[in-house]
């Protein structure tokens, strides 16, 4: 599967982005896509990796402390894409944000888009 993630961008802290990651590959079907676990994960500068949501195949979701209650995570398995609402932005959001696929076995990662928050 490949995973193509877009939605960053510059917000001023308090606004909004929405994160979307397009899942594709001949072999992907909308049943195929609907049996993975979809995870958010962030890099921001300096740091390491983090999970920041995830949402199961039965559309069960989690969310890292520090984005509880700010961020949503959907997923339409039609479509094959998973979203990430993402309100109230601070300036500690700031990071590059990947989208991943756990399924058949097997972990796939997007490109990663960059997220800026300024105060």
């Known amino acids: 599967v490949q995973l193509q993630a877009s939605g960053g961008g510059l917000v001023q802290a308090g606004g909004s982005l929405t994160l979307s990651c397009a899942a594709s590959?001949?072999?992907?079907?909308?049943?195929?896509?609907?049996?993975?676990?979809m995870e958010w994960y962030r890099q921001p500068p300096g740091k390491q990796r983090e999970l920041v949501a995830l949402?199961?195949?039965?559309?069960?979701?989690g969310y890292g402390d520090a984005v509880k209650g700010r961020f949503t995570i959907s997923r339409d398995n039609i479509k094959k894409t998973v979203d990430l609402q993402m309100n109230d932005l601070k300036p500690e959001d700031t990071a590059v944000y990947y989208c991943?696929?756990?399924?058949?076995?097997?972990?796939?990662w997007g490109q990663g888009t960059q997220v800026t928050v300024s105060s």
């Open positions: 991943s696929s756990d399924g058949d076995g097997a972990r796939a």
């Open positions: 590959g001949i072999m992907v079907t909308s049943s195929d896509y609907s049996t993975y676990n």
């Open positions: 949402i199961t195949r039965t559309s069960e979701t």
